[in-house]
């Protein structure tokens, strides 16, 4: 088949791969160049991990974990970096079925055993959960193995391309890898997606490398290894719903402030004086779940609910197996 990819992020370069690979022509169009910062795939790192309380999403990372892996030997890269994975949840029962009925590798940590190993302050919880199959993404290296994977396989990707409308898109199938701009031109193309686009701030600290954190307990902050820079942190769906189209990409001070005082009351081992932040795109449907579907001749891959990153090579596969 002729297959169009419209969106060159991890989803789309991940599924130009997958298809490609398969034997199909594909050409993917990516309306920015690769790599761009208004969407939702750049920056050096993403947070990787195995560790959820739903069985479903635990199976899909763990083949995405395979699949990962296949990439680096692809491609001669390393793209995971694991540092493990701390979580703390003030229940984590649910959590440990989960990894049990799955094969989840976990050690649970006292408070004082995890601030004597990795720093962290959380004296008002009665157990923190770590993983070690965790860590990171290297968001940018990724980018380019996946990129280069598809490219060998004969896909084209044309940057700077943007899509206007859908129905102009050649192909006997045209796979939706837009991230935010997904809803608007699935509308005009008649199919509805029920997903807002939120503009999302990530804030940088000085540090040295650490596991992964997510913390459930108000709200969630997360933090991660942020590799040339130091260490990541966010406040997890904490941005305003935007127009992705709106150039102002201006860090969310209150965000900022709101990281910054989590990481002083947390992270004992790192400054909590923020060194610069950015933006990135969530594109968010309720429950945090993914759209991967085949309407006609459109296969959707958005939106990812702001924790898709890792899950890309298992999500390219997905959409490949749906045309």
């Known amino acids: 088949m002729n297959v169009s990819v419209v969106g060159a992020g991890v989803m789309g370069l991940a599924a130009a791969r997958a298809i490609a690979q398969r034997g199909h022509d594909v050409t993917v169009y990516e309306q920015f160049e690769l790599k761009h910062a208004r969407g939702s795939s750049h920056g050096a790192s993403r947070i990787f991990r195995l560790s959820y309380a739903h069985e479903y999403w635990i199976r899909l990372a763990q083949r995405a974990y395979e699949l990962w892996r296949e990439l680096e030997r692809e491609s001669g890269r390393e793209l995971l970096a694991l540092y493990g994975l701390l979580d703390v949840d003030p229940d984590p029962r649910v959590r ?13 940590l006292t408070p004082e055993q995890a601030r004597e190993q990795f720093g962290v302050a959380y004296d008002d919880v009665e157990r923190v959960v770590f993983t070690r ?13 996946f990129a280069a994977g598809a490219r060998s396989a004969g896909a084209e990707i ?34 509805a997606l029920d997903a807002k686009p939120t503009r999302e701030t990530t804030v940088y600290f000085a540090g040295d490398p650490i596991p992964s954190i997510i913390d459930e307990l108000d709200g969630q902050f997360y933090a991660l290894t ?4 130091g260490v990541k942190a966010g406040w997890h769906k904490a941005g305003r719903e935007v127009d992705p189209d709106d150039e102002n990409l201006e860090p969310d001070e209150r965000i900022v402030d709101a990281v910054g005082e989590w990481v002083a009351r947390r992270l004992t081992r790192i400054d909590p004086t923020p060194i610069r932040a950015e933006t990135c795109l969530y594109t968010n449907i309720e429950g945090e779940r993914f759209v991967c579907e085949r309407r006609g001749r459109y296969v959707i891959g958005s939106a990812c609910s702001g924790h898709g990153f890792k899950f890309a090579p298992a999500v390219g596969e997905t959409l490949a197996d749906a045309l």
């Open 96 to 108: 440990l079925a989960a990894f049990e009925s799955t094969g989840v590798d976990y050690e649970e």
């Open 133 to 145: 199959d965790a860590g990171i993404a290297l968001a940018g290296s990724a980018i380019e193995a």
């Open 158 to 191: 044309r940057e700077r391309t943007r899509i206007e409308s859908l129905e102009d898109v050649p192909g006997d199938r045209v796979v939706v890898t837009a991230g935010g701009w997904a809803p608007k031109l699935l509308e005009g193309a008649g199919h």
């Open 226 to 229: 942020a590799p040339g820079v």
